[in-house]
Protein backbone atom coordinates (compact mmCIF):
# COMPACT_ATOMS: atom_id res chain seq x y z
CA UNK A 1 0.00 0.00 0.00
CA UNK A 2 1.19 3.51 -1.11
CA UNK A 3 0.61 6.18 1.64
CA UNK A 4 0.60 9.85 1.77
CA UNK A 5 1.24 12.09 4.99
CA UNK A 6 -0.33 15.50 4.71
CA UNK A 7 -1.78 17.90 6.74
CA UNK A 8 1.57 19.62 8.10
CA UNK A 9 2.79 23.33 8.43
CA UNK A 10 3.92 25.93 10.76
CA UNK A 11 2.01 26.37 13.82
CA UNK A 12 2.28 28.11 17.22
CA UNK A 13 3.63 26.23 20.78
CA UNK A 14 0.12 25.32 22.87
CA UNK A 15 -2.23 24.82 20.17
CA UNK A 16 -4.05 21.46 18.59
CA UNK A 17 -3.06 20.30 15.50
CA UNK A 18 -4.04 17.22 12.91
CA UNK A 19 -2.16 15.90 10.49
CA UNK A 20 -3.44 12.53 8.03
CA UNK A 21 -2.66 9.72 6.38
CA UNK A 22 -3.93 8.66 3.29
CA UNK A 23 -3.33 5.28 1.29
CA UNK A 24 -2.85 5.91 -2.47
CA UNK A 25 -3.90 2.81 -3.75
CA UNK A 26 -5.74 0.07 -1.81
CA UNK A 27 -7.76 0.46 1.57
CA UNK A 28 -5.97 -0.40 4.40
CA UNK A 29 -7.92 -1.36 6.48
CA UNK A 30 -6.42 -5.05 7.06
CA UNK A 31 -3.16 -3.23 7.99
CA UNK A 32 -1.86 -1.93 11.15
CA UNK A 33 -0.57 1.52 11.12
CA UNK A 34 1.36 4.12 13.09
CA UNK A 35 3.75 7.59 13.03
CA UNK A 36 7.16 8.08 13.39
CA UNK A 37 8.91 11.42 13.36
CA UNK A 38 12.14 12.56 12.49
CA UNK A 39 13.70 16.23 13.93
CA UNK A 40 16.43 18.28 12.72
CA UNK A 41 19.72 16.07 13.08
CA UNK A 42 17.38 13.19 15.03
CA UNK A 43 17.35 9.57 14.05
CA UNK A 44 12.96 8.86 13.26
CA UNK A 45 11.41 7.72 15.81
CA UNK A 46 8.17 6.12 16.61
CA UNK A 47 5.59 8.44 17.77
CA UNK A 48 1.92 5.91 17.64
CA UNK A 49 0.71 2.83 16.18
CA UNK A 50 -2.84 1.61 16.11
CA UNK A 51 -4.21 -1.94 15.50
CA UNK A 52 -5.92 -3.16 12.37
CA UNK A 53 -9.29 -2.34 14.27
CA UNK A 54 -8.20 0.37 15.65
CA UNK A 55 -9.35 -0.86 19.36
CA UNK A 56 -5.75 -0.79 20.16
CA UNK A 57 -3.30 2.60 20.81
CA UNK A 58 -0.05 3.02 21.95
CA UNK A 59 2.34 6.06 22.02
CA UNK A 60 5.42 7.19 22.75
CA UNK A 61 6.13 8.58 26.18
CA UNK A 62 7.19 11.92 24.67
CA UNK A 63 3.82 12.18 23.13
CA UNK A 64 1.83 10.44 26.09
CA UNK A 65 -1.89 12.39 26.93
CA UNK A 66 -1.14 14.92 24.18
CA UNK A 67 -1.58 13.12 21.24
CA UNK A 68 -4.07 10.74 19.44
CA UNK A 69 -4.15 8.85 16.59
CA UNK A 70 -7.21 7.24 15.12
CA UNK A 71 -8.70 5.42 12.45
CA UNK A 72 -11.36 6.19 10.21
CA UNK A 73 -12.68 2.86 8.08
CA UNK A 74 -15.19 4.83 6.27
CA UNK A 75 -12.82 7.85 4.59
CA UNK A 76 -10.41 5.24 5.03
CA UNK A 77 -7.73 7.93 6.56
CA UNK A 78 -5.53 7.38 10.24
CA UNK A 79 -5.19 11.13 12.01
CA UNK A 80 -2.21 11.92 14.17
CA UNK A 81 -4.11 14.87 16.86
CA UNK A 82 -1.69 16.34 18.29
CA UNK A 83 -2.59 18.84 21.33
CA UNK A 84 -0.26 20.96 23.55
CA UNK A 85 2.37 21.36 21.12
CA UNK A 86 6.16 21.88 22.10
CA UNK A 87 9.17 23.47 20.04
CA UNK A 88 10.31 19.67 20.18
CA UNK A 89 7.75 18.31 18.40
CA UNK A 90 8.95 20.11 15.18
CA UNK A 91 9.79 17.09 13.06
CA UNK A 92 9.13 15.43 9.91
CA UNK A 93 5.88 12.85 10.55
CA UNK A 94 5.80 9.56 8.63
CA UNK A 95 2.85 7.19 8.75
CA UNK A 96 3.53 3.32 7.85
CA UNK A 97 1.74 0.63 7.05
CA UNK A 98 2.19 -3.17 7.89
CA UNK A 99 0.34 -6.18 7.73
CA UNK A 100 -0.90 -8.02 11.10
CA UNK A 101 -2.90 -7.01 13.90
CA UNK A 102 -0.55 -4.30 15.12
CA UNK A 103 3.25 -3.17 14.43
CA UNK A 104 6.00 -2.45 16.21
CA UNK A 105 7.44 0.51 17.76
CA UNK A 106 10.52 0.68 15.87
CA UNK A 107 11.05 1.64 11.95
CA UNK A 108 12.13 -1.78 10.58
CA UNK A 109 8.52 -3.24 11.61
CA UNK A 110 6.96 -1.50 8.94
CA UNK A 111 6.80 -1.95 5.07
CA UNK A 112 4.87 0.81 3.48
CA UNK A 113 5.93 4.17 4.44
CA UNK A 114 4.53 7.63 3.34
CA UNK A 115 6.87 10.79 2.07
CA UNK A 116 6.02 12.56 5.11
CA UNK A 117 4.69 16.01 6.31
CA UNK A 118 6.85 18.78 7.84
CA UNK A 119 5.22 20.25 11.12
CA UNK A 120 6.74 23.24 12.94
CA UNK A 121 6.11 24.32 16.01
CA UNK A 122 7.04 28.14 17.05
CA UNK A 123 7.95 28.97 20.47
Known amino acids: VQLQASGGGLVEAGVFFRIRCLPRSTPFSHYAMAWFRQGPGKERRFVAR????????DYADSVKGRFTISRDGAENMVYLQMNDLKSEDTAIYYCAATEGVIGGTVSTSYHNWGQGTQVTVSS
Open 50 to 57: ISQRGSIT
